[in-house]
């Protein structure tokens, strides 16, 4: 058994701007303890990001003022966003590390609007759904209704999120049908007294300020959300860890003082979810590393909440078995090679890194679970330089038996070190850049090529496809670039199944200056599609309109 840790945050930001440094938020190494280790995914939930009736359309085409923040503090520390969805000022933002992502499955994103009887996204749930290392993870936030008296609108809208949030894998169609789940967000639950005793906003103060430290369990046996809990009428499947944090809300901006126009409560909160004994050869769990608020932020009147979790996966090969490979750009890189071992039972993906210090890379690999099929597709290395404008740039890919080939796979262009899964430059259909093979590969297109790569598959052979990429697909500046396969059986889920070495792209015209990519990710100067994405826009994104078209998760 292994772990992967997870890290939380749920803050209502109430319509601000980030004013304050973000750094503490997320409990990053400092001078005194510069040897902590990091995640392994990063989880922001954020409510009420300022979004206007009238922007709505301006919103899903720009990146917010949180998001940008967020990215240029965890790229730089080798995170990517594994996936990202709004429903107006509602915002999931899920980053994962380099060194996982090609062993991320059927990631799907889904969302509930429960304003105004499900018709207003001002309050609502968002969610991603993805496979890692065998089991299934689903993380949500939500905003539910606010509001002391209505309580039982917040249990309505907890019951219409789990029957309305539906997913396309069929054995995870629903919420709680996952291994894992953790629900963050404002989830609005208030203290609540009884009516011939109870005190005022004041009065809960006065008592707050005489409590022992992380001693709340005089005023948490009213709490709202402990009660439904308890009673079976909303999240009975869920537990939380102790609360040993003041209440969260509502607070006078700019200061650590209550706002008594509400009485003090745990409005923000984390919950989670496990299926124990779904396997017979593990048995899962989620250990509870820490839960807490952070009082320092003051820029809203919520206070953040934040928490950190180990959950297990199962673990067998070492990757002192594999050797590395190393890569003609000297820049970071991941591939995805398939270990022949006999004595294996199925064939398991390890990641290997090059230039990467060595308490970077894991002492182990993640191994199967027993019903579980690892697909991997591997790009071979790509020596020679890519010149803007040839006729036909030609690479390899390798598919392990278990790749399912779907008429939507397609391959991603991206920027060698880029920062998000939605970045891609530009991207072909499998189907159009697939061709005949080298001597013994197997071919995908035409009847006889996919009759030929079905039958290496049957046979439980790996199966080499050449890959041509005409004049216009996309890369139109010098700089370093990868290639990135992406299995998408329709248009709501995808997988990352390989990603290449960096490969080099120059023009015919002027040679491509010898630099360390790990200094500089290109000599290139993109076009304004993609030049920066983590900074304001000031103009249009070009390479994501499309998807935001396509994609009404971001429409609302």
Not at 38 to 44: G, R, S, T
Not at 135 to 163: F, G, K, M, W
Not at 352 to 380: G, I, K, M, W
Not at 395 to 411: G, M
């Given at each position: 058994?292994?772990?992967l840790r997870?890290?939380?945050?749920?803050?209502?930001?109430?319509?601000k701007?980030p004013?304050?440094?973000?750094?503490?938020l997320l409990?990053?190494?400092?001078?005194?303890?510069?040897?902590?280790?990091?995640?392994?995914?990063?989880?922001?939930?954020?409510?009420?990001?300022?979004?206007q009736?009238?922007?709505?359309?301006?919103?899903?085409?720009f990146?917010?003022?949180?998001?940008?923040m967020f990215?240029k503090?965890?790229c730089?520390?080798?995170?990517?966003?594994?996936?990202?969805?709004?429903?107006?000022?509602?915002?999931?933002?899920?980053y994962?590390?380099?060194?996982?992502?090609?062993?991320?499955?059927d990631i799907?994103a889904?969302?509930?609007?429960?304003?105004?009887?499900?018709l207003w996204?001002?309050?609502g749930?968002?969610?991603?759904?993805?496979?890692?290392?065998?089991?299934s993870?689903c993380l949500v936030?939500?905003?539910?209704?606010a509001?002391?008296?209505?309580?039982?609108?917040?249990?309505?809208?907890y019951?219409?999120?789990?029957?309305?949030?539906?997913?396309?894998?069929?054995?995870?169609?629903?919420?709680?049908y996952?291994?894992?789940v953790?629900?963050?967000g404002d989830?609005n639950?208030?203290?609540?007294h009884?009516a011939?005793?109870?005190?005022?906003?004041?009065?809960?103060v006065?008592?707050?300020?005489?409590?022992e430290?992380d001693?709340?369990?005089?005023?948490?046996?009213?709490?709202?959300?402990?009660?439904?809990?308890?009673?079976?009428?909303?999240?009975?499947?869920?537990?939380?860890?102790?609360?040993k944090?003041?209440?969260?809300y509502?607070?006078?901006?700019?200061?650590?003082?209550?706002?008594?126009?509400?009485?003090?409560?745990?409005?923000?909160?984390?919950?989670?979810k496990?299926?124990?004994?779904?396997?017979?050869?593990?048995?899962?769990?989620?250990?509870?590393?820490?839960?807490?608020?952070?009082?320092?932020?003051?820029i809203s009147?919520h206070?953040?909440?934040?928490?950190?979790?180990?959950?297990?996966?199962?673990?067998?090969?070492?990757?002192?078995?594999?050797?590395?490979?190393?890569?003609?750009?000297?820049?970071?890189?991941?591939?995805?090679?398939?270990?022949?071992?006999?004595e294996?039972?199925?064939?398991?993906a390890?990641?290997?890194?090059?230039?990467?210090?060595?308490?970077?890379?894991?002492e182990h690999q993640?191994?199967?679970?027993?019903?579980y099929?690892?697909?991997v597709?591997?790009?071979?290395?790509i020596?020679?330089?890519?010149?803007?404008?040839d006729?036909?740039?030609r690479t390899q890919?390798?598919l392990t038996?278990?790749?399912e080939?779907n008429?939507n796979?397609?391959?991603?262009?991206?920027?060698?070190?880029?920062?998000?899964?939605?970045?891609?430059i530009?991207?072909?259909?499998?189907s159009?850049?697939?061709?005949?093979?080298?001597?013994?590969a197997?071919?995908?297109?035409?009847?006889?090529?996919?009759e030929?790569?079905?039958?290496?598959?049957?046979?439980?052979?790996?199966?080499?496809?050449t890959l041509?990429?005409?004049?216009?697909?996309?890369?139109r500046?010098?700089?370093?670039?990868?290639?990135?396969?992406f299995?998408?059986?329709?248009?709501d889920v995808?997988?990352?199944?390989?990603?290449?070495e960096?490969?080099?792209v120059?023009?015919?015209?002027?040679?491509?200056?010898?630099?360390?990519?790990?200094?500089?990710?290109?000599?290139?100067?993109?076009?304004?599609?993609?030049?920066?994405?983590?900074t304001?826009?000031?103009?249009?994104?070009v390479?994501?309109?499309?998807r935001?078209?396509?994609?009404?998760l971001?429409?609302?």
């Amino acid at each position: 058994m292994d772990t992967l840790r997870f890290y939380f945050v749920t803050w209502n930001v109430a319509t601000k701007s980030p004013g304050q440094d973000l750094n503490a938020l997320l409990d990053f190494p400092s001078v005194f303890n510069k040897n902590k280790p990091l995640p392994d995914f990063y989880v922001i939930g954020l409510q009420e990001v300022k979004s206007q009736p009238q922007n709505m359309l301006m919103d899903s085409l720009f990146t917010d003022q949180w998001t940008s923040m967020f990215n240029k503090i965890l790229c730089r520390q080798g995170y990517i966003v594994a996936k990202s969805v709004r429903l107006q000022g509602i915002i999931l933002l899920v980053y994962t590390h380099m060194k996982h992502v090609v062993h991320l499955r059927d990631i799907e994103a889904q969302y509930t609007k429960t304003g105004l009887g499900g018709l207003w996204g001002n309050k609502g749930a968002v969610s991603v759904r993805f496979n890692i290392y065998g089991c299934s993870v689903c993380l949500v936030n939500s905003h539910l209704t606010a509001h002391d008296h209505l309580l039982a609108d917040r249990i309505n809208d907890y019951n219409t999120i789990i029957s309305d949030h539906q997913y396309h894998i069929t054995e995870t169609h629903n919420i709680l049908y996952h291994d894992y789940v953790f629900w963050i967000g404002d989830l609005n639950f208030r203290t609540d007294h009884p009516a011939e005793n109870s005190p005022s906003a004041e009065e809960i103060v006065a008592t707050l300020e005489k409590v022992e430290k992380d001693k709340f369990n005089t005023l948490l046996r009213h709490d709202q959300l402990l009660a439904v809990m308890e009673s079976g009428e909303a999240f009975s499947e869920f537990s939380e860890a102790d609360i040993k944090f003041a209440p969260t809300y509502k607070f006078m901006i700019g200061t650590d003082d209550y706002d008594i126009k509400r009485k003090p409560s745990w409005t923000d909160r984390i919950l989670f979810k496990v299926i124990t004994n779904t396997y017979e050869n593990v048995t899962l769990r989620a250990d509870v590393i820490s839960y807490n608020s952070l009082p320092q932020y003051t820029i809203s009147d919520h206070k953040p909440v934040v928490a950190q979790f180990n959950i297990k996966t199962q673990r067998k090969i070492s990757a002192s078995d594999v050797k590395p490979k190393v890569g003609k750009a000297q820049i970071r890189m991941r591939s995805a090679v398939v270990s022949d071992s006999a004595e294996m039972p199925n064939e398991v993906a390890v990641a290997t890194f090059a230039h990467l210090p060595d308490e970077d890379q894991d002492e182990h690999q993640p191994e199967a679970f027993s019903n579980y099929a690892v697909r991997v597709v591997e790009f071979e290395p790509i020596s020679r330089i890519w010149y803007i404008g040839d006729a036909d740039f030609r690479t390899q890919c390798t598919l392990t038996p278990d790749v399912e080939v779907n008429p939507n796979d397609w391959i991603g262009i991206y920027d060698a070190n880029f920062h998000s899964l939605d970045d891609y430059i530009a991207y072909e259909y499998l189907s159009k850049v697939c061709v005949a093979g080298a001597a013994g590969a197997e071919g995908a297109r035409g009847a006889e090529g996919a009759e030929s790569a079905e039958g290496a598959r049957s046979a439980g052979r790996p199966r080499t496809f050449t890959l041509s990429f005409p004049v216009g697909s996309g890369v139109r500046t010098p700089g370093f670039y990868r290639f990135i396969y992406f299995s998408q059986p329709n248009n709501d889920v995808r997988s990352v199944l390989g990603i290449s070495e960096p490969f080099e792209v120059s023009s015919k015209e002027d040679r491509l200056v010898n630099i360390d990519p790990c200094i500089e990710a290109s000599t290139s100067k993109p076009s304004t599609a993609t030049s920066d994405v983590f900074t304001d826009f000031t103009g249009l994104d070009v390479a994501k309109l499309s998807r935001h078209f396509s994609n009404d998760l971001s429409i609302d």
